[in-house]
């Protein structure tokens, strides 16, 4: 089955202490993207990533690092956590950046929440 | 810059009514593409319907059809014979062309209930 895989689903933490949410995806997609949704302010793009080793900022991108070493594995690594952080967020996936009517596919999310 | 405007921050509809949820949009590329989602409480993003900018038909999926006006920069969806199950959050998205390549700009969501 084509899926996004964010893990985890939940997670409770402490400012500063790092964290790595994972997401993987078994589409042999090119584009993935992490964004962060928050209430009246829909999804946000915070980094992407064109291919392999290949990574960029998005409209967020502060707190926040990513790195892409292999194709399907797209991490969103937080290194100090803080309380403004404290949001859902969702990987995605899309074959051909460029090409239109090229669904994203989400993962499933991760609610975070910094204390 | 892309932006997503979806004005309804709740609507409200009768089970077996149509709905149209709003959404204009804004951006200086000629070539671009306009989603709908649906997130349910549940959390995750379901693909609705998709609508080219150069479509010349509105893109239809089932229940779903999308209203697009582009001169005015609009891209309504419209639910027909709502359900209880389509009581979610919806979001309008854009992808556009240039170095924004991939990039979904949203709105910022729509809460839908849908009344028995």
């Known amino acids: 089955e084509a899926q996004v895989t964010q893990n985890p689903r939940y997670l409770i933490t402490v400012t500063g202490k790092k964290l790595t949410v994972t997401c993987s995806q078994n589409?042999?997609?090119?584009?993935m993207s992490w964004y962060r949704q928050d209430p009246g302010l829909g999804l946000r793009q915070i980094y992407y990533s064109m291919n392999v080793e290949v990574t960029d900022k998005g409209d967020v991108p502060e707190g926040y690092k990513v790195s892409r070493k292999e194709k399907r594995n797209f991490p969103l690594i937080l290194e100090s956590p803080s309380p403004n952080q404290t949001s859902l967020y969702f990987c995605?996936?899309?074959?051909?950046?460029?090409?239109?009517?090229?669904?994203?596919?989400f993962g499933q999310g991760t609610r975070l929440t910094v204390v | 810059a892309q932006k997503i405007t979806q004005t309804q921050p709740g609507m409200f509809v009768q089970e077996k009514e149509a709905v149209t949820l709003d959404c204009t949009y804004d951006t200086s590329d000629q070539s671009y593409g306009l989603f709908w989602y649906k997130q349910p409480s549940s959390g995750e993003m379901i693909f609705l319907i998709y609508?080219?900018?150069?479509?010349?038909q509105n893109a239809t999926e089932g229940r779903y059809s999308l209203n697009f006006q582009k001169a005015r920069k609009s891209a309504n969806l419209v639910i027909s014979a709502s359900q209880l199950g389509d009581s979610a959050m919806y979001f309008c998205a854009m992808e556009a062309g240039g170095t924004s390549y991939g990039k979904l700009t949203f709105g910022q969501g729509t809460i839908l209930t849908v009344h028995p």
């Open positions: 589409m042999n997609h090119e584009y």
């Open positions: 609508q080219g900018s150069y479509d010349e």
């Open positions: 995605a996936s899309s074959l051909f950046p460029g090409e239109m009517n090229t669904e994203a596919f």
